[in-house]
Structures are given as structure tokens and as C-alpha cells.
């Protein structure tokens, strides 16, 4: 295991051959590529999730179906998509750590953009009777697969050209472009809504920010093909290792250096745990929030997007300063505190939009206050994920950490909250699921060390 930094190694981000001279430029493309395909991925789930009353309408609501039915239906298709996460990251993860990060993310982006036009161009309801859902559903698969091959991609790409001492910043990227993917769906949506008026919205609309995937994704794919590979990847694949390295024992084969699967799961485990409150929280606050607010507290479409697009704003102001704090103070000292605040703040910051003498301006602070608690999560999450794996299986195994937290605490989010607030008309049930889940994680945080920051990536 790799303990102290060396010139070159993985954690350096030293460009090729790891003697810094062009490091700064191949950093560069690393942050963008990396960065347009979480922008393009989010960007969907979010406009999925803000839609969701509209979506429900157009492919889950037969004749004589209640609304609050088909929102607990189109929640379960969201719910699903998230649990084909950890088959994706599974799948292309094995590719990447095999064959390369910069071919298998250029496949991904390919799959990703494809099946989100695709949701732009569906039959509803009304013109293919109950092969709507059924059809909207494998799209939401396809979706999920390729997010699930998305995230290990782009975050070993950001923290593998990472400069010295700034893999925490350059890992935030990722989750900084996750925010702008949500608020880009946001404020469209909002956008949409407030030009189109309900009516047109409801009828084609809604179709309009599936089908602004293709460009968004064509920009993605050339981004991607200008990418390097990483020095990480090819010290440890062996392609350059004599170069990087020199003769001796460090010439042993990939395979040989690979962890047994028991270590690799063990990690996975403890990074679900790590990343639990992040992923619950980010949800509630940043994507279920519309639809409860709507549904539960009698918020306009436009009120409810408003909202949203304001706990985002906190979301994205909080996560690069996070990221770039943990590079000094350590991983460990921010996402406790980030955990901490959202286990206090959870309540008081429900209640407060739950209150109808409450003002607008203090509403705005709540939800601007959830979102940056969650930011302080999402800085240092890619980077102390990237921390857990040495490169041969970082791939699959940040990416596997990543999707089953989501698919378990962040896609079945709205599910759980809907049908519980259906079943017992509790409207603190948000606050509870948040509460619970970061209390059950915090101490998977406490066994982060605290120098894991001025440690090196272990090839």
C-alpha cells in the first residue's frame, strides 16, 4: 500500500509520465470531460424528478386513477432506474479498469444521451394505453445503466490528473456539475412553466428538456475524444511502466497487484456507509422537494421550482469551497460536519416551510441552508471515495460505493417519502428520513483517517 506521496504517483495528477510539463492543460480536459457527463446525466434526473407530477399524468394515470397513485408509480420507475445504477457501474467499470477510462466514458455518454431523448419522444398514456409506463420504464433502465458507468468514470479521471494537494477540488467538480446539471433542470423547467402556461406544458412541453439532451451530448462526446488517458491507468496497465518507473518489483502485472474481491467489497461496503447521509439527503432536499412541496403543502408548480432552484443555489456555492477545504483540513473533519448539521438543521429548516406565516425570504434561507449542508457532504465525497481504491479496481469500485447508496437511499428518496406520507399524513416524514439515515451513517465517517488527504492514490 501506498502511503507518502511520490513524484509521478497516482495522486500527483504529473500529466505524462508524471514529470508535471503538460499536467496542467491534461488536468484541464480531465475536469471538462469529466464534468459534461455528470452535467448531462443529472440535468435529466433532475428534470425527471421536477416533472414528476406531469410525468405521472402523461404515462401512469389510467381512467378512474388517483394522482397520488401515479406519482407513487412514476417515483417507483425513478426508484428503478437508480437500482440499475450498480449493474452499470458493475458492467463498465470491469471495462474500465480493463480496457481504459477515456473509451469506456466515451460509450457511456453515447448510451446516457441517447435514452434521455428518448423519454422526449414517448407515446403517453393516452395514445399507447399501458405500454406507456411499461416503455417509459426500459427507458429508465437504459438510464440507469449508464449512470451507474458514469460516476467511477469521471471521478477517476478528475482525481488521477488531480495536481498535488487538490485531488478534494478537483473531485468536487463532479458533484459541482451534478448541482449545475439540477439547477440547469430547474430553472428550464421553470423556465418552461412560466412561458408555455400549464396547458402547453402538460401537452408537449415537458418533452422539451429530454430532447436538448442530443446537443448537450454531441458537446460531450467531442470533449471526450480529445480526453487522455490517465497516468494512473496506464502505470498500472502496464503501458508505460517502464517509462514512469523504471525496472523492478513495481513491474509486477495488474493482476497481480489487484486486491482479493473480499478487500474490494469490504471498502465498497464501508463507502456505501460513508456516502449514505449525502445520498438522502441530496435527494430529499434537491429533487423530492418539488413534488412535496406540491403535493403536501399545497405549492404552486412555479412556488415548488422556485424552491428548489434556491437549495440548489446553496447545493452548488458549498461544494468546490468544501472540496478545497478538505484538502487542508481533511475529508473526514468536513463531511462530519456536513453530516452533523443535517441531522440538527433537518427539523427546524422542515417546519419553518412547513409554517404559512413563515416569509418568503426566510423560506428562501431554509432551503439555501439545506442545500449547502448537503454541498459540505458532496465536496469531499468523489475524492474520499477515489482515496478508497488503488486503480486497478477504482473504477468499479467507487463507481459500485456511489450507485448502490444512490440506488438504496437517493432513488427509492421519493418513494419512501410519498407513500409514507400517504399512509400516515405525517408531513415531517422528509425531516425523519434525513435524520435517519445520516445518524446511521456518521460513524462510517468517523472511521475516516485524517490525513487520507496528503496520502497518495495507491496504484
Known amino acids: 500500500m501506498t502511503t507518502t506521496a ?100 466515451i460509450l457511456v455518454v453515447l448510451l446516457m444521451t441517447a435514452a434521455t431523448a428518448a423519454i422526449g419522444l414517448l407515446p403517453t398514456y393516452a395514445t399507447v394505453g399501458a405500454a406507456a409506463p ?92 480529445r480526453l487522455e488517458e490517465t497516468p494512473s491507468f496506464r502505470r498500472s496497465s502496464g503501458a508505460f511502466a517502464g517509462h514512469a518507473r523504471g525496472a523492478g518489483a513495481d513491474l509486477a502485472p495488474a493482476a497481480a497487484r489487484r486486491p482479493s474481491a473480499a478487500a474490494t467489497w469490504r471498502a465498497i461496503g464501508l463507502g456505501i456507509g460513508r456516502l449514505m447521509g449525502w445520498s438522502a439527503a441530496g435527494y430529499t432536499f434537491l429533487v423530492v422537494m418539488p413534488s412535496y412541496l406540491q403535493s403536501t403543502l399545497g405549492a404552486s408548480f412555479q412556488q415548488a421550482l422556485l424552491a428548489t432552484v434556491v437549495a440548489n443555489a446553496g447545493f452548488a456555492l458549498a461544494i468546490l469551497p468544501a472540496g478545497a477545504l478538505s484538502d487542508r483540513i481533511g475529508r473526514r473533519a468536513v463531511m462530519v460536519a456536513g453530516t452533523v448539521a ?74 419512501i417519502i410519498t407513500e409514507l406520507i400517504k399512509r400516515t399524513g405525517d408531513a415531517d416524514v422528509p425531516a425523519l428520513y434525513v435524520v435517519v439515515v445520516c445518524a446511521v451513517g456518521l460513524p462510517a465517517l468517523l472511521t475516516l483517517r485524517g490525513d487520507d488527504h496528503r496520502r497518495a492514490l495507491r496504484d
Open 342 to 415: 443535517l441531522i440538527v438543521l433537518a427539523f427546524p429548516l422542515l417546519n419553518l416551510l412547513q409554517d404559512p406565516d413563515a416569509s418568503s425570504a426566510a423560506r428562501a434561507a431554509a432551503v439555501f441552508t439545506a442545500g449547502a449542508a448537503v454541498g459540505l457532504l458532496a465536496g469531499p465525497g468523489p475524492a474520499m471515495l477515489a482515496e478508497m481504491f488503488p486503480t486497478t479496481v477504482r473504477y468499479t469500485g467507487l463507481g459500485l460505493a456511489y450507485s448502490l447508496s444512490n440506488a438504496v437511499f437517493s432513488g427509492s428518496a421519493g418513494l
Open 6 to 105: 511520490k513524484a509521478g504517483d497516482a495522486g500527483t495528477g504529473g500529466g505524462e509520465g508524471g514529470d508535471g510539463k503538460g499536467a496542467p492543460p491534461a488536468s484541464r480536459r480531465a475536469l471538462v470531460a469529466g464534468s459534461v457527463g455528470n452535467f448531462i446525466e443529472w440535468y435529466e434526473f433532475g428534470v425527471y424528478g421536477y416533472f414528476a407530477t406531469i410525468i405521472a399524468a402523461q404515462f401512469f394515470t389510467p381512467e378512474g386513477g388517483s394522482d397520488i397513485e401515479a406519482l407513487v408509480k412514476t417515483y417507483a420507475s425513478f426508484a428503478l432506474a437508480f437500482f440499475f445504477r450498480p449493474v452499470g457501474a458493475a458492467l463498465f467499470g470491469r471495462i474500465g479498469d480493463r480496457i481504459g477510462r477515456r473509451p469506456t466514458l
Open 134 to 225: 411499461w416503455l417509459l420504464t426500459l427507458v429508465r433502465v437504459l438510464q440507469g445503466l449508464s449512470a451507474g458507468g458514469e460516476f467511477g468514470g469521471a471521478v477517476s479521471v478528475m482525481t488521477e490528473f488531480a495536481p498535488p494537494g487538490r485531488r478534494g477540488l478537483y473531485g468536487a467538480w463532479q458533484s459541482f456539475t451534478v448541482a449545475l446539471g439540477l439547477l440547469a433542470g430547474a430553472g428550464l423547467a421553470a423556465l418552461l412553466a412560466t412561458v408555455l402556461g400549464e396547458g402547453d406544458l402538460q401537452r408537449w412541453g415537458w418533452r422539451l428538456p429530454f430532447l436538448l439532451a442530443v446537443p448537450l451530448g454531441l458537446a460531450a462526446l467531442w470533449l471526450r475524444l
